[in-house]
């Protein structure tokens, strides 16, 4: 099987090399789909050794590789000129032997620092694999072409359409777990030395066959639609985005990422792309390095929330836990109505206001013949046996500067009666209605018949629980083991369907709660 060949090979070329995986991975997986790839980041952390690792993939292959700088020329990259071809056939062409036309792998370091006609040849040989050679076009056997800067392409000098090309960009950093920077500085293996069988390595033959069979991949519409949400998520983004700084993709580059996509999925030997291959665009539309995290976070939100689903109805469910609630507590709770008394409340001035802090005292008149009031916590205060001086006022009176306090001798004989110097009067109050529950239990019957439907619900949300778990056990078999995507990745793809096998044991809880909301009734 092509996968568990491409995952040794993967295997013997990662061998050595330390928090590099997904960079050596996705070096292979770009050059079988014929793509090029970008790595960002400071010198001395391995990028070069990648491109030579990924040259033992192949059998037989060739590879170039050149440091670029201001004053390179195109004699260094393509050949220098052919003076005898000159001379005898007046033909300007170069002698390619051993040259970037002639190689299966090219790595160039410092790429941006290339000269525009080096950069002009460049845009032919990585897009269309043609170098012209003076009168005639080369087919270039190019496979991977490798690029490596410590710095992104300046912008507004022309550098647009090249970096256009490197479908995948990746940062490379130093290593960062402790054991793992010790065992690197410790080793003493060669890790340029080709360790890859020969039975292993991929020929010419079988690459040039590998093209036909990966155009023949499918791309299912629901792959599809979450490359539109991505797109859209991209649009909604740069028009929101307060510093005017886009992130686009071309057109050319979205057609080059599902070839990306259609390459994954047939290395991992499936007829079709599938949803975990989706992780891979977030390698492929960043511009700028403050764009990195953002980019992974917008396609594993669109993944989060179209991800995998299968077609579960659990709204007859709903329905029918939800007709048991009504029929159960018709059949076991028993309302009524009681009527109470309550104090009313005032303000001082003499309006009711359910947070005012006075009573009102009826029948009873001041000095001044005003009507009255008594502060709650005074009235509180009174007992049938403490008999207390307290303040009694005139309503209206209190925010007047001549209102009176009247200091009476009061008691109170019961919550809604003031004794005052031995006259009892009533305080103000309001008949208030509450309605009130008892619980009755039902019949064996009904339990009985009530038990059986909730049964029922178990059956049907455990059908449920197997659909989901048989699902994922075929899907996530492939999905968590993708030669080239994390298979920690998988967790946000099946997020949908742990979403609806939670919301379904919650279904199943609420039933159980039902069942003993009627069992446990005396």
């Not at 032997?97 to 290339?114: Q, R, S």
Request: with cysteine; charged share 35%; aromatic share 8%.
């Amino acid at each position: 099987m092509t996968k568990e060949r491409v995952r040794k090979i993967l295997d013997i070329m990662c061998d050595g090399l330390y928090e590099r995986e997904d960079e050596v991975r996705l070096a292979l997986l770009s050059s079988i789909a014929g793509e090029s790839i970008f790595l960002l980041g400071p010198p001395g952390v391995a990028k070069s050794l990648i491109a030579r690792k990924l040259k033992h993939a192949y059998k037989d292959a060739t590879s170039f590789e050149y440091l670029m700088g201001r004053f390179s020329t195109p004699d260094e990259i393509f050949g220098p000129i052919s003076i005898k071809k000159l001379k005898s056939e007046d033909k300007y062409e170069r002698k390619v032997e051993n040259y970037l036309p002639d190689a299966d792998i090219v790595f160039l370091d410092e790429i941006w620092k290339a000269s525009p006609p080096i950069q002009n040849s460049l845009l032919t040989a990585i897009n269309e694999k043609i170098y012209r050679n003076g009168t005639q076009e080369i087919e270039l056997k190019l496979k991977g072409l490798i690029s490596a800067s410590n710095e992104l392409p300046a912008e507004n000098e022309g550098l647009e359409a090249l970096w256009d090309r490197f479908i995948i960009r990746l940062y490379v950093d130093g290593i960062k777990d402790e054991d793992n920077f010790n065992n690197m500085i410790i080793a003493s293996e060669d890790l340029y030395v080709d360790k890859i069988p020969d039975d292993l390595k991929i020929s010419q033959k079988e690459y040039n066959q590998w093209q036909k069979e990966i155009d023949d991949i499918e791309v299912p519409m629901k792959v599809l639609d979450i490359i539109s949400l991505i797109r859209k998520s991209l649009s909604l983004r740069n028009e929101t985005n307060e510093d005017d700084d886009s992130i686009y993709v071309s057109d050319r580059r979205w057609k080059k990422i599902v070839h990306l996509m259609k390459t994954c999925a047939f290395l991992n030997d499936r007829k079709a792309v599938d949803l975990m291959d989706c992780f891979i665009i977030n390698n492929c539309i960043w511009n700028k390095d403050s764009e990195i995290e953002e980019s992974r976070n917008i396609v594993e939100d669109v993944v989060r929330k179209n991800g995998y689903g299968i077609k579960l109805d659990i709204e007859p469910i709903k329905v029918e836990i939800d007709a048991l609630k009504k029929e159960i507590e018709k059949e076991t709770v028993e309302e009524f109505k009681e009527e109470y008394n309550e104090l009313v409340s005032y303000d001082t001035n003499g309006e009711k206001n359910d947070k005012g802090e006075y009573y009102k005292i009826k029948n009873y008149k001041s000095d001044d013949e005003k009507p009255t009031l008594i502060n709650k916590g005074d009235f509180k205060s009174l007992s049938k046996y403490n008999k207390k001086k307290v303040n009694i006022m005139a309503e209206n009176n209190y925010y007047n500067s001549n209102y009176k306090n009247y200091s009476k001798s009061a008691t109170s004989s019961s919550e809604f009666t003031i004794d005052i110097d031995g006259t009892e009067y009533d305080l103000e109050t309001k008949t208030q209605t509450i309605t009130k529950s008892i619980t009755k239990k039902p019949s064996k019957t009904l339990q009985t018949q009530w038990t059986k439907r909730i049964g029922k619900v178990h059956d049907q949300c455990e059908e449920l629980q197997l659909k989901i778990a048989e699902f994922k056990r075929k899907d996530l078999e492939h999905a968590s083991s993708n030669l080239f995507i994390d298979p920690d990745l998988s967790k946000i793809a099946f997020s949908n369907l742990d979403r609806t096998s939670h919301e379904i044991a919650k279904l199943k809880v609420e039933s159980e709660k039902i069942r003993d909301s009627y069992e446990s009734i005396e």
